[in-house]
């Protein structure tokens, strides 16, 4: 399921390039249920939901933000978790004010989305970058640039998400990942994590994946790659009419 969260602020909010940790503040604030919060907020394992960038139509870059001028600012946020969703609509609905770091935010109002109806071969571009990462000859976790390896990666991290999440051994299930690579770019994203910050490269592009509707769809509420609950690998559908 996926949902469209619209906020509205006053004139001039300035938004940081890295706003990823942010985002993800906002959403574990609003999940009602304070054990589901723990649990997510706990867990070393996938937690099943993921954002797009923010979108920020009447804006202005600056060498240190973007502006945006009339205050509004919205992003996407989809999850395989009905749960999840309507427990975090609650929150939202409950509480209209968010809190934007030291910005005050109300709550406009919350789209849900049509599940787009998938083809077996199904075009996408990312709304948020994908990140792959893999181990090096030094044991080390880098992060992979696009390339054959990259989409393998991609392949077995929602064939893996996909079990865990339906508590299955495995799945006679398959997927394949490729792109075109005609819109590819490359993000370096900034997070906070403690006392740390950590960097992490991902990608934009388009993305075709072909294989079982119910792989693809999965893909499309969870996010590919990993790091999907901190705003990396969103996808939205490209309909062909």
């Known amino acids: 399921m996926r949902l469209k969260i619209n906020l509205?602020?006053?004139k001039n909010i300035k938004v940081p390039f890295n706003y990823n940790h942010i985002v993800s503040s906002i959403i574990y604030n609003k999940i009602?249920?304070?054990?589901?919060?723990?649990?997510?907020?706990?867990s070393n394992s996938f937690k099943f939901f993921n954002f797009s960038q923010l979108n920020i139509q009447n804006r202005k870059i600056t060498s240190d933000g973007i502006i945006s001028r009339n205050g509004k600012i919205s992003f996407y946020l989809s999850?395989?978790?009905?749960?999840?969703i309507k427990n975090l609509v609650s929150g939202f609905v409950e509480d209209l004010e968010v809190r934007f770091q030291n910005?005050?935010?109300i709550v406009e109002n919350i789209e849900a989305l049509r599940t787009p109806d998938f083809k077996e071969k199904s075009e996408f571009k990312t709304i948020s970058p994908i990140n792959i990462r893999d181990v090096n000859d030094e044991n080390k976790r880098i992060?992979?640039?696009?390339?054959?390896?990259?989409f393998e990666g991609i392949e077995n991290n929602l064939i893996k998400k996909y079990c865990v999440f339906n508590n299955l051994k495995s799945t006679n299930k398959k997927i394949k990942a490729y792109s075109e690579m005609a819109n590819v770019k490359r993000k370096r994203i900034t997070i906070p994590k403690g006392p740390n910050t950590t960097y992490h490269r991902a990608y934009m592009m388009d993305?075709?994946?072909e294989g079982d509707i119910d792989l693809i769809e999965f893909a499309y509420d969870v996010?590919?790659?990993e790091k999907n609950s901190m705003g990396f690998g969103m996808i939205k559908y490209i309909e062909h009419y």
């Open 103 to 105: 910005e005050k935010l």
């Open 207 to 209: 993305i075709i994946l």
């Open 143 to 150: 992060d992979l640039a696009p390339s054959d390896k990259f």
């Open 8 to 10: 509205q602020g006053k």
């Open 223 to 225: 996010g590919l790659g």
């Open 79 to 84: 999850s395989p978790n009905d749960f999840f």
């Open 32 to 42: 009602v249920d304070l054990n589901l919060a723990e649990e997510l907020h706990t």
